[in-house]
């Protein structure tokens, strides 16, 4: 059974670039969270899709933003860079939502750097 | 609201040492606990889940017991190995969404 694929796994953007990150879920997963981690601030939430729709958002601004196809794959898009964008992004999906067991299996992240 | 606080690391045990990771929680209603690993370049594992009072889950070696009294859900393992090396993250699910500790980092020498 394959995992979750993130892709790319390395990324290098400019400054007030934009950026789109792709995620493919576990065959039949029809959960997809994203999460940001950095040494600082650590693993923060930034969204959740089910079946096409934003169920869920953390405290992020607006140059943040995601979407889910009806395959559940998904993608998240990051406008405007800014250097304290540079984090690894974490997809995990679930097959009905992380908080039901059996919980999220994870991608091993894309690491984008902004300089 | 939800939070979960783990033990500050880095933790530093030679070879066939007793581990012990000290995770608390808060939580509003009746929380699914985890405990993830990520060795370096990867994403999170999951190494054990426990979804209600009482449960232990374990896997490889480690266990954690879901302890309501004391809002706890502590990772041990009776003799860690230099393969253990990795960051420790703690979590508890609500909401549909996860919140993390902040993770701890085990060095394992041999």
């Known amino acids: 059974k394959a995992g979750v694929t993130q892709t790319p796994r390395y990324l290098i953007k400019t400054r007030g670039q934009q950026v789109t990150l792709s995620c493919s879920p576990i065959?039949?997963?029809?959960?997809v969270s994203w999460y940001q981690q950095t040494p600082g601030q650590g693993l923060q939430f930034l969204f959740e899709?089910?079946?096409?729709?934003?169920?869920n958002k953390g405290n992020f601004p607006g140059r943040f933003s995601g979407r889910q196809f009806s395959n559940s794959r998904s993608e998240m898009n990051v406008s405007t860079l800014e250097l304290g964008d540079s984090a690894l992004y974490l997809c995990?999906?679930?097959?009905?939502?992380?908080?039901?067991?059996?919980?999220?299996?994870f991608g091993s992240g894309t690491r984008l750097t902004v300089v | 609201g939800n939070s979960v606080t783990q033990m500050e690391g880095p933790v530093t045990l030679s070879e066939e040492a007793f581990l012990t990771i000290n995770c608390t929680y808060t939580?509003?209603?009746?929380?699914?606990l985890f405990w993830y690993v990520q060795y370096p370049g990867e994403g999170l594992q999951l190494l054990l889940k426990?979804?209600?009072?009482?449960d232990k889950g374990s896997n490889k070696g480690f266990e954690a017991t879901y302890r309501k009294e004391t809002t706890s859900f502590h990772l041990e393992k009776g003799s860690v190995q230099v393969s253990d090396s990795a960051v420790y993250f703690c979590?508890?699910?609500?909401?549909?969404?996860?919140?993390f500790g902040s993770g701890t980092k085990l060095n394992v020498k041999p």
């Open positions: 426990a979804t209600k009072a009482d």
């Open positions: 979590a508890l699910s609500g909401f549909n969404k996860f919140y």
């Open positions: 939580a509003t209603g009746y929380p699914s």
């Open positions: 995990a999906s679930s097959p009905e939502g992380g908080s039901v067991p059996p919980g999220y299996t």
């Open positions: 065959s039949g997963h029809r959960s």
């Open positions: 899709y089910f079946s096409e729709t934003q169920r």
